[in-house]
């Protein structure tokens, strides 16, 4: 099976994010839409919403890695499309499994 | 979304690693996302089983209206191990979870292997932070809660009951300024929190005395920051806690773990590993002497 293109990931993401346990966000979710300021979402939504991403896709991804190095960067809030980014990299990697 | 039923409340967990166990513990109005942003989790992993979960109140765990003093939550704690079938543990707490840290350590001392403390602040050793004013970072944090529409004095700066009322009352003009200042999730943390006994809980001695305090007998980690505003605190747990050792964050205030975060998880990772005799053997008497502005 071919891995998602990265517009395919954007369109995931905005799945997940258009009702984000329990929270509806009316409005069009592009790369360039802000997880805090626009959606709304904590630090902590980005731990739960890893696990969704790894479930969505059946893959292990270093999201470990990724927050430390939001963490190290002193980043309050990232793009949607940096996550797409980050995801289709590792998709591209990553053995299926 | 792993969740698991504790009594009557619902907490969320995460798990990593493999090893002796070891769970973090946030503080309030923190959540166990804290420790991923900093690394700290697959820095542990490689000797440890980490886990790490959202208290009551904060997170993805539910929001209870009452039960928010450290003997309910090192309650909390020492029935979520039992649910996870975890041995003794290492626990690390940040400041209000160093105190329900220190607390199961009191508790339930068969069920806990070693404490790190990260700037803990001792609802019965009030009386020795009594003068914050003489924090050097008081004039800073003042200003901050100031930009964000809320009023400090040096009697209530701590007070977290207070600063969820505030909070959960704001006009709309210091509304703005909270928000441009915080962030609406740092809101929402409050408001939620205001609907709750939590911030009287955690101003409660509870039960852990400065004598139940000083009489863990466990391998204890005093972690404070270089510029912590508890550091009377720091030399007090150096001074009477029979296993203590002290080390200091560089340039680090109250938050260490955001303040310098690499320098708090290589201590957090040469400390456990000490205690659990991985690397080295851990010796108390290896104290930093404690300097401090108070």
Redesign the interface.
């Known amino acids: 099976m071919s891995e998602p293109t990265y517009p395919q990931i954007m369109t995931d993401l905005a799945a997940m994010l258009g009702n984000f346990?329990g929270r509806e966000y009316g409005g069009q979710i592009t790369p360039e839409t802000m997880f805090?300021a626009d959606l709304?979402?904590?630090?902590?939504d980005?731990?739960?919403l890893g696990?969704?991403i790894e479930i969505h896709y059946g893959r292990t991804l270093p999201?470990?890695?990724f927050?430390?190095d939001?963490?190290?960067r002193g980043a309050?809030d990232i793009a949607v499309g940096v996550l797409a980014e980050f995801i289709h990299k590792h998709l591209s990697l990553a053995p299926e499994g | 979304?792993?969740r698991i039923a504790v009594g009557d409340i619902q907490f969320?967990y995460?798990q990593?690693g493999e090893g002796p166990d070891v769970v973090l513990i946030h503080g309030i109005t923190g959540?166990?996302?804290?420790w991923?942003?900093?690394?700290l989790?697959?820095n542990l992993a490689d000797d440890f089983r980490v886990t790490y979960y959202?208290l009551r109140g904060h997170?993805?765990s539910d929001t209870p209206a009452s039960g928010y003093t450290s003997a309910e939550m090192a309650a909390d704690l020492r029935r979520l191990q039992q649910t996870l079938r975890l041995g003794p543990a290492y626990l690390v707490g940040h400041s209000f979870g160093a105190v329900v840290a220190l607390h199961a350590a009191a508790l339930y001392p068969d069920h806990v292997a070693g404490v790190v403390l990260s700037d803990a602040y001792f609802p019965a050793l009030h009386e020795l932070e009594a003068d914050i004013t003489h924090w050097d970072g008081w004039p800073g944090y003042k200003a901050q809660t100031e930009r964000a529409g809320l009023e400090v004095s040096p009697d209530d700066w701590f007070d977290v009951g207070n600063l969820c009322r505030q909070a959960a009352s704001l006009d709309s003009e210091r509304l703005k300024m909270f928000i441009e200042e915080v962030?609406?999730?740092g809101l929402?943390?409050l408001v939620r929190l205001a609907g709750t006994t939590c911030g009287e809980d955690v101003k409660a001695v509870a039960g852990l005395t400065a004598e139940r305090i000083v009489s863990v007998k466990h391998p204890v980690l005093a972690l404070y920051g270089e510029h912590s505003p508890f550091l009377a605190t720091c030399r007090y747990l150096q001074d009477n806690l029979p296993n203590c050792r002290v080390a200091l964050v560089r340039g680090a205030k109250h938050l260490a773990h955001?303040e310098s975060?690499q320098d708090f998880v290589a201590l957090v990772q040469e400390n456990l590993r000490e205690m659990a005799g991985i690397s080295g053997s851990w010796n108390h008497s290896q104290a930093e002497p404690v300097g401090g502005n108070s």
Do not use: C, H
């Not at chain 1, 709304?40 to 902590?44: L, R």
């Not at chain 2, 991923?36 to 690394?39: Q, R, T």
């Open positions: 346990n805090s709304g979402m904590a630090s902590i980005a731990v739960v696990e969704t999201f470990g890695e927050l430390a939001l963490g190290r309050r | 979304m792993p969320y995460q990593k959540n166990m996302a804290i991923p942003l900093i690394d989790i697959d959202d997170g993805y962030g609406q999730p929402d943390r955001e975060p």
